[in-house]
T-cell receptor, first 115, second 109 residues
Framework: GAGVSQSPSNKVTEKGKDVELRCDPISGHTALYWYRQSLGQGLEFLIYFQGNSAPDKSGLPSDRFSAERTGGSVSTLTIQRTQQEDSAVYLC?????????????FGPGTRLTVL | DAKTTQPNSMESNEEEPVHLPCNHSTISGTDYIHWYRQLPSQGPEYVIHGLTSNVNNRMASLAIAEDRKSSTLILHRATLRDAAVYYCILSGANSKLTFGKGITLSVRP
């Protein structure tokens, strides 16, 4: 079956511009997660959704970052007024539910480059 | 979230078994032990997880110490395609995964 998809695969933008990153989770997965990975680093948790609500936004680095999820499916991560330090690969994952044992399935990521 | 400790890197020969260790001395009773791996230029991929008992699946085996303070991921016959960064992770609140730097596995032909 179809896995997690993300678009665009690559995004180059200029400092100060806004960007939107999209994630399509696996059908039927109620939990959705956003992570980012800077060059040579491990993954950093940003936010997770259970259905359309986001109980844990603790990882968002600043108020320039926001995310929403509609219809319990597609999610959009928005970065306003991008900065060079926002350059990273943004990864989305989904799972059947939020529990300690549920496997997360990751998308291929969106590589964001801020010039 | 409880922390895990892994060596930075390990080398293996193709078609030989590989044992990747992980220490998690502060694990809580409800934490599952998860292993994911990340091949170059790809998103992480689930490998295996367990709670107390050893686990086997088509990809690997997971050996969990009796006191659960350490575990070992076992690849029975390493292939070149197994070269990746392997992450040992304890499940946290809301199943948020806290990734460390992982262990980089190199496989020699």
């Amino acid at each position: 079956g179809a896995g997690v998809s993300q678009s665009p695969s690559n995004k180059v933008t200029e400092k100060g511009k806004d960007v939107e990153l999209r994630c399509d989770p696996i059908s039927g997965h109620t939990a959705l997660y956003w992570y980012r990975q800077s060059l040579g680093q491990g993954l950093e948790f940003l936010i997770y959704f259970q259905g359309n609500s986001a109980p844990d936004k603790s990882g968002l680095p600043s108020d320039r970052f926001s995310a929403e999820r509609t219809g319990g499916s597609v999610s959009t991560l928005t970065i306003q007024r991008t900065q060079q330090e926002d350059s990273a690969v943004y990864l989305c994952a989904s799972s059947l539910a939020t529990s300690l044992r549920n496997t997360q399935y990751f998308g291929p990521g969106t590589r964001l480059t801020v010039l | 979230d409880a922390k895990t400790t892994q060596p930075n890197s390990m080398e293996s020969n193709e078609e030989e078994p590989v044992h990747l260790p992980c220490n998690h001395s502060t694990i809580s009773g409800t934490d599952y032990i998860h292993w994911y791996r990340q091949l170059p230029s790809q998103g992480p991929e689930y490998v295996i997880h367990g709670l107390t008992s050893n686990v086997n699946n088509r990809m690997a085996s997971l050996a969990i110490a009796e006191d659960r303070k350490s575990s070992t991921l076992i690849l029975h016959r390493a292939t070149l395609r197994d070269a990746a960064v392997y992450y040992c992770i304890l499940s946290g609140a809301n199943s948020k995964l806290t990734f460390g730097k992982g262990i980089t596995l190199s496989v020699r032909p």
